[in-house]
Each structure stands twice: as structure tokens, then as C-alpha cells.
């Protein structure tokens, strides 16, 4: 439950983090494309992550799973690309929650099989 | 402590170095005898740009700070009327000086950046075939001023509608005897073929009271244009003195242009003006002009009094790559075989550094002649051969570089698609219908900016690009389909006149804009101009791509040019990535930088004022780069 919450928390500071890059002059990433697609990616993220929250297994959450981690690697990748420290902090985060809703799962998983 | 002592010390070096930089009718004023002046472009009028300042050394250039940073408000970022600023501030009189793209003088305090004046030309609403450029002001100062009289020392500056102003360099005041109350209409002195008034964007050149003119102009939407020329006029009246014309006149039906659109250099003590001339127009099909005219696209001597010819040296035969001399040559003393050559390097878009004797035009390298592919084009007749400089190194290959393959797997192979149906024999294959790679093309080689010399040394340095267009002749009945009655439309310009319109295209996918051939787009090189050898090459600066900045190693197309300072230092923006960098001259690696807000299109100026030294950018970029725009001006100095 906690990862899904901190997924959807790294979604939500991608996204306003980059929102801000994308509209405030000064860091040379104002009105660019790639700001653009990140502000994208990190929304889809916390929408991913919300929807996530009280689901612990089924199809649409395995799906759901797969398509936040291609996000949290792609979005990460670009904000490395962009040089923004802090919009990869987020990804990190967000990576964190991913790490512990798997561990999380597997954990009820082998609860179950006991 | 040490600084102060340094400075005591180097107290009567700083004043012969004042001397010695000062150049044309440029007088280092009393009381700044301890300071490094920049009062030209160039740095200096021999085109050096070498600061003898010292407090910035490799040691602590780490540490250098903003010490000031303003922005003028002569901006438009987007539409067809965007700006581009390449301007070099100025530092004499205690003042810097910087010209806008909108036509407006700053003088500013070179500690603080407090505007100390501002002069507006007006001329925002007088845009004419440039758009809003500027690339800086001139400035000269009366050998023997005469006390309590104005306009003993002047600013000036031009705008793209031909008017050169000139201004009092301590009140901003008009100079009233100079043109018409302080603004001299050029444009008057250009009536042949007059599509377009002339642009002033490069200011003059100086030689003691005469101020050496070029103007760029428009050389792709015309045949026959407003023909080269270049005009010696009298520094405190603007009256002409002279005129020269690079067209001969049975030609001037035929074409056009072949003007000096760049910088110029000067060598005071010899009194000769040294000019890049530019290509004819039309730029791309030449089957029109096919009559040998010499002076175009040369590196050409003018007395500067008289502006008689001292020698011309022709560096592209009969230009159809639109391969324009396009930077000032750098002055300097080499040494080689026991003697001293007075002599100059001429930079070039063909990434060929000539290296010339500049009293007789005659090469200290070798420079060879070399046959090159024939136009397979109705009536064009492409040069058999061209000069060829084998040594020093090119700093662009003779070969296109290959397909890129990241770019070429990106696009799902458009990129060896589109390669495979262009025309392709290396350097100077000829534009062609079904369309030829242009390998270097337009963009260059080296830019406008040139390169630097350590005069103590001859270590010269210069940034060069590695860009590949397609060049396309079309038909004028198929390209007026696309003109729609303009002369340039949609990467189509007309050539109008000529049998054939031209189409421009970067080798770049459909896609994304991603470049097709292999990296570095950029490098800065280093050479002993003592012996030709180059002493390092490197990929220098980054493209930032979207937003994303790519790897270092891959460079970066450049516009702006390198200084050097005396401490083994050089300074230079130029790079897509909007950042200034320090680079250590022995071997080429990256010390500091610094984010700024847009390309820095052309080289800072280095100056030291009250014991302090500022290395000034003016960070105001250039669409042909990036569409990153700015009016940053911003100063650094070590804490």
C-alpha cells in the first residue's frame, strides 16, 4: 500500500517539478519538448500509482506494475539527460515505492502459501 | 596582497600592452594605465583576441562568480522578427559599451553594470533585410583631442537599414558633426542593383581617423543584388574618403554581393586593412557569372587610407556553396626558420586555416591547387580546381563524415536512404538537381568569430563545426510553386533571376530533427602557428537536444569564437548548451563553467578595471543555433 502511495508521490513531485522547468526561465529548459514528455510521463505515473493503491494482485495491476517501472526507467533517463537532480530524486522515489510494493506482494504471497 | 604586488609589477607591462593593443586611433585615456582594454571586436583591431590580464589563472578560474549580470529588454524570441545578438562589449574610457539588436548603445559601469547612458538609434521600427542583429559597437578616440570639445572619443553604431551612428563616448550624445547631426546614411553609397538596403551589423574597422566599412546583405533571393563594396569614411565626419568595389563593373548585370559582412582586422603599423569578402550572388548557381572576378570570396588588402589594393588572394574559385571569407584574420608575427613573418590567418568555412604573409599575400604554408568534381547542372561550370591547404591540419575533414548509426536504426534507416540518393563526392561537390551533400556547407567550418592568437607564443585557437546540408537546385517554374511570389519560403529561396531557385535542408530526420551523420558537431583545436602543428583537437561543447543534453563527446555546433589570456586560459560560449566555458590552452580540457541563458554567439570581452578582471559574455544566441534568445549581458570575476 505504501509503495503505491510513494509511486504516486514521486509522480506527483515529477510532475511539478518539471512543470516548473517547463514555465520558469533561467534553467534552459523552459518550453522544451523533453520537459514536456516528462511532465507527461510523471503524471501517468501518479495516476499509475493511485490506481494502484488497494490492489495487491490481478491482471490490470500486473499491468499496471510492468508500465511504472518502463515509466520510473524512462522518466529517470530523461531527467538524467536534463540534468535536473532533483526531478531524478523524485524517480528515485518513486523506484522506492516500486521496490517495496514487489516486496510488499511477494511477501503476502508466501504468507499465503504458509 | 600578492594581487596588489602583481599588479604594481606588471604596472608598466600593462601600459606598453595598452600600447601595443590599442591599434587605429584608438588612445589608451590616462588614469586607466593599470587596466586591459577591449576596443574592438577582435579584441583589438589585429583581430587577436588576447587579454594580457592575469588574476585569472587555471588555478582559481573554478572559483569565478557572476559579478554582475543585466539584461537590456532587446529581445523578441519568436516570429520572423526574433533578434540575434553577437555582440563583443567593448571595454575602453572606463566603460563598457555594448550595442542591442535593436539598436540601442549600453554604456555601462565595468564593475557594477549600472547603465551609465543609453542611446536609442530608433531604429526597431526600421528592420530591413536583417531582421534585428547587431554584433557590437566601435570605438575610436581622438589622437589629439582638443579639451572641453564633445566628441573627442565616439561610439558607433550601425543598423540593418544602412544609418551608422555616431555618439559622444562619455555623454551618449549625438556626435554633431558627423553624417546628418550624428547619423550618417550609408545606405546613400549603395544605389547600383539596390534590391535591399545595406545592413550594418559588424561594426567598422579603425585605422587612426578613418573607419573601414563592410554590410551584409541578402545573396540567395537575387541574381543580380546590391554589388560588394566597402567604404573608407572619415571618423569624426562620416564624409567618404573612399570607396572600394569587389565586383567588376561588366559584372554588376550579372550578380551581386560579395560584400564583407564580417569583422575586418587592421595592421596599424603597416596601415593596411585586411578583408574577408564574402561569395556572389546567386550563391548556388553560378552558370551567370562565370566571368573570372578576383576579389570575390578572397582574403583582401586595402591600404586603409586610400583603400588602394595591397593584394588579394582568391581562397574559393568561382563559389557556388555559399563558402563565404567570413572571419577577420588574425595578425601575427610568426617565427619560423630563423626569421620573422609579419603574417595573418584567414579561418575559413572550409575549415582550411591560410596562413598568409600579410604585407605580400603570399602563403607561409603551402597552399595547392586540387581538382574537384564538375556540375552536372544545365550551364554551371564548376571550378576545376581549388586552393587546398594541407598544413595546418583542416579543421573539417575532406570526406563526409558517415551515417550516424543511433540516428540512422532511430529513423528506421531514413537516414542511408536519403544519403544514397544525394549526390556525393566530398569537399566541394557541386549543388546539384537531384541534390548534393554539402560537406562543409554554409553553416561552416568556422564561423565569423575566427579564431585567437597568443601573440607571445602563436598558439592559436579556433572552434570549428562539422555540419552537412543538401544543397538542391530546382527549377525556378517547380520552386514558384512553393514561393508563392515570396523570395524565400519554406527552406526555398528564389535566386531570382537565375535559372534555378534553391533548397536548403540540415541532413537531419524528418522526425525529431536529429542529425544524420556521426558526431563531434563541434571542435576546438589548438595549433603552433610557429610551425603549423596542431597541438590538440577536441570535441568541444554540447548540443542540448529538446531539453536533454547529450554526451560531451559528441560536441556541439558552435557560433562565437575563443580568447585567450595571458595566464593560459581560454574563454568561450558558442556551444547549443548555453553555457560559457574556461579551457585550459595546453590541453584543451574544460576548467569551469557556467549555465547563461542563451548561446553566447560571440566571443567575451576580457578586460581589467581597477585591479580587477571580468570576463564579459554577451549571452544573446542565434536562431541558425538554437531557438534559445536572450538579452543577458553578464560579467565574471573571481570573488
Known amino acids: ?114 | 596582497m600578492n594581487r596588489k604586488l602583481l599588479f604594481v609589477a606588471l604596472g608598466a607591462v600593462s601600459v606598453a600592452a595598452a600600447a601595443l593593443f590599442a591599434g587605429g586611433g584608438v588612445a589608451q585615456m590616462a588614469g586607466e594605465a593599470n587596466d586591459q582594454i577591449w576596443d574592438a571586436f577582435g579584441g583589438n583591431q589585429q583581430a587577436q583576441k588576447y587579454s594580457t590580464a592575469t588574476q585569472i589563472t587555471p588555478g582559481n578560474v573554478k572559483d569565478l562568480k557572476v559579478a554582475w549580470s543585466i539584461h537590456t529588454g532587446d529581445v523578441v524570441k519568436t516570429g520572423p522578427k526574433q533578434t540575434n545578438w553577437g555582440a563583443t562589449p567593448l571595454f575602453v574610457n572606463n566603460t563598457v559599451y555594448v550595442g542591442t539588436p535593436m539598436f540601442r548603445i549600453f554604456a555601462v559601469e565595468p564593475d557594477t553594470g549600472k547603465t551609465k547612458w543609453l542611446y536609442d538609434a530608433q531604429g526597431s521600427k526600421r528592420v530591413d533585410n536583417q531582421g534585428y542583429k547587431n554584433r557590437g559597437v566601435a570605438y575610436w578616440a581622438a589622437a589629439t583631442p582638443e579639451s572641453g570639445q564633445p566628441c573627442q572619443k565616439i561610439v558607433y553604431l550601425g543598423t540593418v537599414d544602412g544609418t551608422l551612428h555616431a555618439v559622444d563616448a562619455d555623454s551618449g550624445k549625438r556626435c554633431a558633426n558627423f553624417g546628418n547631426g550624428g547619423v550618417l546614411d550609408v545606405n546613400q553609397w549603395s544605389t547600383v542593383n539596390a534590391k535591399w538596403k545595406i545592413g550594418l551589423l559588424q561594426p567598422p574597422a579603425v585605422y587612426k581617423d578613418t573607419l573601414i566599412l563592410g554590410w551584409a546583405g541578402l545573396d540567395w533571393d537575387y541574381k543580380t543584388e546590391n554589388p560588394g563594396t566597402v567604404f573608407g569614411i572619415d571618423a569624426r565626419t562620416g564624409a567618404l574618403k573612399w570607396t572600394f568595389n569587389i565586383i567588376p563593373k561588366e559584372m554588376q548585370d550579372q550578380t551581386g554581393t560579395a560584400n564583407v559582412w564580417a569583422s575586418m582586422s587592421v595592421d596599424p603599423e603597416n596601415g593596411i586593412v585586411y578583408l574577408p569578402v564574402s561569395s556572389p550572388s546567386p550563391n548556388y548557381y553560378g552558370g551567370d557569372r562565370l566571368t573570372e572576378m578576383p576579389y570575390v570570396t578572397s582574403t583582401t588588402a586595402l591600404k586603409a587610407e586610400t583603400g588602394e589594393v595591397v593584394w588579394s588572394r582568391q581562397l574559393i574559385h568561382h563559389d557556388i556553396w555559399d563558402l563565404d571569407i567570413n572571419s577577420a584574420p588574425t595578425l601575427m608575427d610568426i617565427k619560423k626558420d630563423g626569421q620573422t613573418i609579419p603574417a595573418l590567418v584567414q579561418a575559413t568555412k572550409m575549415g582550411f586555416l591560410f596562413v598568409l604573409n600579410r604585407l605580400t599575400g603570399e602563403p607561409v604554408y603551402p597552399i595547392e591547387e586540387r581538382p574537384y568534381p564538375a556540375s552536372d547542372v544545365p550551364g554551371e561550370v564548376a571550378a576545376k580546381t581549388q586552393p587546398y591547404v594541407p598544413y595546418p591540419e583542416p579543421t573539417v575533414g575532406d570526406k563526409t563524415p558517415d551515417v550516424f548509426p543511433l540516428t540512422d536504426m532511430i529513423s528506421l534507416g531514413e537516414c542511408s536512404r536519403w544519403k544514397a540518393r544525394l549526390r556525393d563526392e566530398g569537399r566541394y561537390t557541386p549543388p546539384s538537381i537531384r541534390g548534393s551533400i554539402a560537406y562543409p556547407a554554409t553553416v561552416g567550418g568556422v564561423e565569423w568569430g575566427g579564431g585567437a592568437v597568443d601573440p607571445t607564443t602563436n598558439t592559436y585557437v579556433v572552434n570549428s563545426d562539422s555540419v552537412v546540408q543538401v544543397y538542391t537546385l530546382v527549377p525556378q517554374e517547380e520552386a514558384a510553386k512553393v514561393l508563392q511570389g515570396k523570395t524565400r519560403n519554406a527552406g526555398y529561396w528564389a535566386q531570382e533571376g537565375s535559372r534555378y531557385a534553391f533548397k536548403l535542408q540540415n541532413f537531419v530526420t524528418r522526425l525529431g530533427d536529429m542529425p544524420c551523420w556521426k558526431p563531434p558537431y563541434g571542435t576546438l583545436s589548438s595549433y603552433d602557428m610557429n610551425t603549423g602543428k596542431l597541438l590538440w583537437k577536441k570535441p568541444f561543447g554540447r548540443v542540448q537536444w529538446n531539453g536533454f543534453y547529450l554526451p560531451e563527446s559528441w560536441g556541439s555546433v558552435t557560433i562565437g569564437a575563443p580568447v585567450i589570456t595571458k595566464t593560459g586560459l581560454i574563454f568561450i560560449g558558442a556551444s547549443m548548451d548555453a553555457h560559457v566555458r574556461a579551457v585550459d590552452l595546453k590541453t584543451g580540457d574544460v576548467l569551469w563553467k557556467h549555465r547563461v541563458e542563451a548561446p553566447a554567439v560571440a566571443q567575451p570581452a576580457v578586460y581589467t578595471y581597477k585591479g580587477k578582471q571580468y570576463v564579459v559574455f554577451a549571452a544573446g544566441g542565434n536562431s541558425i543555433l538554437t531557438p534559445r534568445l536572450s538579452d543577458q549581458l553578464v560579467a565574471f570575476a573571481l570573488p
Open chain 1, 1 to 114: 500500500m505504501k509503495g503505491a502511495w510513494l509511486i504516486a508521490l514521486g509522480g506527483l513531485i515529477g510532475a511539478a517539478v518539471s512543470a516548473y522547468y517547463y514555465v520558469v526561465p533561467g534553467y534552459n529548459l523552459d518550453g522544451e519538448h523533453g520537459v514536456l514528455l516528462v511532465i507527461i510521463s510523471s503524471l501517468l505515473m501518479l495516476v499509475a500509482g493511485l490506481a494502484l493503491v488497494g490492489r495487491k494482485g490481478g491482471l490490470v495491476a500486473g499491468i499496471l506494475v510492468a508500465l511504472i517501472l518502463l515509466d520510473i526507467i524512462g522518466t529517470g533517463l530523461c531527467a538524467y539527460f536534463l540534468e535536473t537532480p532533483v526531478l531524478m530524486a523524485a524517480m528515485a522515489l518513486a523506484l522506492l515505492g516500486w521496490v517495496m510494493r514487489a516486496i510488499s506482494n511477494a511477501a503476502d504471497k508466501s504468507v499465503e502459501i504458509a
